[in-house]
Each structure stands twice: as structure tokens, then as C-alpha cells.
């Protein structure tokens, strides 16, 4: 059965420093990985997936990630969070019936 | 391109009564879902169509949803008889498919409180 795993429910990083969210899934097939962003009260925006080929994809806003197969995981990365990025995160999987992890909720220090 | 647009954003209603979403897709989309979203979780799969036919129910759609999507364009999302537990946002979504693979859309959602 598909599943997708946030394993950090709230980081909190300040501004300028790195960022890493993690993700990890469980899929029968070659999956699509997907890293949706959400602001509170709103919809979610796609910042970028990955169906095949290079497994380091880049986005919007700065962002990118990285599939690795043989840890099942598909990191999201940005080299430096801005106040704006403030916001909850969400990896998904799957094609139609896309799966979300749980989200993680980003928080940003000044 | 004005996106996925979903009525009303937001509906307080009494528990028993009847709720009805509309969905709009992204113009030249074929395939339009629904999902769900409650506080603090990621969202849900509940249905999706690709013109008129809804081709994928989840469990999670009881006997008191209905979907449809009539000209395989707009669709609606009806609740009958709403319980406190339906209590969430609805997230319309769409997509057409692409060489470079399916990548969905979402609308702003729609907050249902039933009271």
C-alpha cells in the first residue's frame, strides 16, 4: 500500500540557515513524488516532483529534492530559508490517489 | 489561466442539513479530484474523474457524499445529512495528462464547519 512518512512534525530554523525536510515512502511501483507548500487557510501550491530521470529536481522558491531510491526517501532542500517560507509542507505520492504525509510545519527565526 | 476555483470558501451549517461544493478546474483539465483536509493532517483522497466518469471512490466516501462532474467540466461535492465529524476543508484538484506526467492543481479549498 502506498504511505508517505514526514518523521518531523515541527522544525523551527532561522532565517538564512539551511533547511531539509524529510520524507520517506512506501510505494509498490516507480513512484511520483511530489512537495506541496500550504499557508494557513489555503490550498496548496506544487513546488516541484519528480516522475523520472535526474533524481535531484529543482523548484519554486529556491527549493529542490532529491529521490533516492534505495532509502525511499525524497528530501525536500533549500540552502537558505527566507522569512516567507514560514509555512506547512507536504510530500505526497502516487498518481490519481495522490497519498500526503501528515505535513511538516515549517517555522522561521528572524 | 485562472485556476481551480472552488464555492463557497467557507460554510457553517447545522448538523442534519445538506451541503453542496462546486468545483471549478483549470479551463483545459480532464481530470478533477476531491480531497480532504482536517486541522493538523495532510489531505485525503476521497474521488476523482476524468471527464463525466468518476472513475475512483475512496472508503472514506460514505453513502452521504456524492460527486458529480455531469459535463466534464465544473463538479459538485454534496454532503447529505452532515455530521460533526465532516467538519473540514475540501480541496478540489485537476490535472491534464502530460508527457512529463500528471501533476494536479489545487483550489484554495472550502472550510465546511457543521454545528
Known amino acids: 500500500a502506498q504511505s508517505v512518512t514526514q518523521p518531523d512534525i515541527h522544525i523551527t530554523v532561522s532565517e538564512g540557515a539551511s533547511l531539509e525536510l524529510r520524507c520517506n515512502y512506501s510505494y509498490g511501483a516507480t513512484p511520483y513524488l511530489f512537495w506541496y507548500v500550504q499557508s494557513p487557510g489555503q490550498g496548496l501550491q506544487l513546488l516541484l516532483k519528480y516522475f523520472s530521470g535526474d533524481t535531484l529536481v529543482q523548484g519554486i522558491k529556491g527549493f529542490e529534492a532529491e529521490f533516492k531510491r534505495s532509502q525511499s526517501s525524497f528530501n525536500l532542500r533549500k540552502p537558505s530559508v527566507h522569512w516567507s517560507d514560514a509555512a506547512e509542507y507536504f510530500c505526497a505520492v502516487g498518481y490519481n490517489d495522490m497519498r500526503f504525509g501528515a505535513g511538516t510545519r515549517l517555522t522561521v527565526k528572524p | 489561466d485562472t485556476g481551480v476555483s472552488q464555492n463557497p470558501r467557507h460554510k457553517i451549517t447545522k448538523r442534519g442539513q445538506n451541503v453542496t461544493f462546486r468545483c471549478d478546474p483549470i479551463s483545459e483539465h480532464n481530470r478533477l479530484y476531491w480531497y480532504r483536509q482536517t486541522l493538523g493532517q495532510g489531505p485525503e483522497f476521497l474521488t476523482y474523474f476524468q471527464n463525466e466518469a468518476q472513475l475512483e471512490k475512496s472508503r472514506l466516501l460514505s453513502d452521504r457524499f456524492s460527486a458529480e462532474r455531469p459535463k466534464g467540466s465544473f463538479s459538485t461535492l454534496e454532503i447529505q445529512r452532515t455530521e460533526q465529524g465532516d467538519s473540514a476543508m475540501y480541496l478540489c484538484?485537476?490535472?491534464?495528462?502530460?508527457?512529463?506526467?500528471?501533476?494536479?492543481?489545487f483550489g484554495e479549498g472550502s472550510w465546511l464547519t457543521v454545528v
Open positions: 484538484a485537476s490535472s491534464t495528462k502530460a508527457s512529463s506526467g500528471n501533476t494536479i492543481y
